[in-house]
């Protein structure tokens, strides 16, 4: 077995799609607040909400090499091209699926690459999928060519969130934490040890 050297976790914008495609503003964070700068308030959604997409479509076979978005590495973070494990968690905030606002663990990938040179997505489809989630209007056009900056196989994915049981737990997270920034474990060291995460 991998022995994995490095471990990192990150924010993804909240989604109850399982991060296949947009569902839409319930659940976002600062929705209404003027002074939010979050990309989720302003646009109703965020790039992470296709993040596996590509998994999903290729689900039989584990060895394709998929694409996505996380924010941590929307230019930042430009000196790690690759992450052996990426624990991934979400904040909901006020929502109409009765689930408790709170940060939830959502899984990890492993052997994550940073792209050096992102992809686009075409902005048929991101029109398409926010129409039909409630969004219309076209201030994402200037991102489409960066809306996939990470790649991984479909079996380095490991998916545990659920939104309609109780199998999904908030997770107490530490001051400063709740950015969309890339936290390493060695320095963060409570995200497994308190959340019984392996």
């Known amino acids: 077995m991998k022995n994995h050297k ?7 914008t909240p989604n109850f799609n399982n991060w296949e495609k947009p569902s839409g503003v319930d659940g976002k964070s600062g929705v209404g607040d003027s002074t939010s700068n979050l990309y989720e308030a ?4 965020g790039w992470e909400e296709w993040l596996f997409e590509d998994c999903v479509s290729n689900k039989h076979n584990p060895e394709k090499e998929c694409f996505g978005f996380i924010e941590a590495f929307n230019n930042k973070n430009r000196n790690i091209d690759f992450i052996d494990r990426l624990y991934l968690y979400t904040k909901i905030c006020n929502n109409n699926q009765s689930i408790e606002p709170g940060c939830y663990y959502v899984g990890y990938i492993d052997n994550v690459k940073r792209l050096k040179s992102p ?11 926010l129409k039909a989630v409630g969004i219309n209007h076209d201030d994402y056009i200037l991102m489409l060519k960066n809306a996939k900056n990470i790649s991984f196989k479909v079996k380095d994915v490991h998916f545990l969130f659920k ?4 199998s999904s737990r908030i997770i107490p997270l530490e001051r400063g934490q709740y950015r969309f920034g890339l936290y ?3 320095t963060h060291t409570n995200f497994l040890s308190q959340n019984n995460i392996n």
């Open 119 to 129: 992809l686009p997505k075409t902005q048929e489809q991101v029109c398409q999928d």
């Open 6 to 12: 490095t471990k990192y976790f990150t924010r993804l």
């Open 163 to 166: 939104t309609r049981n109780e």
């Open 184 to 186: 390493n474990l060695e």
């Open 42 to 45: 302003h646009n109703h959604f």
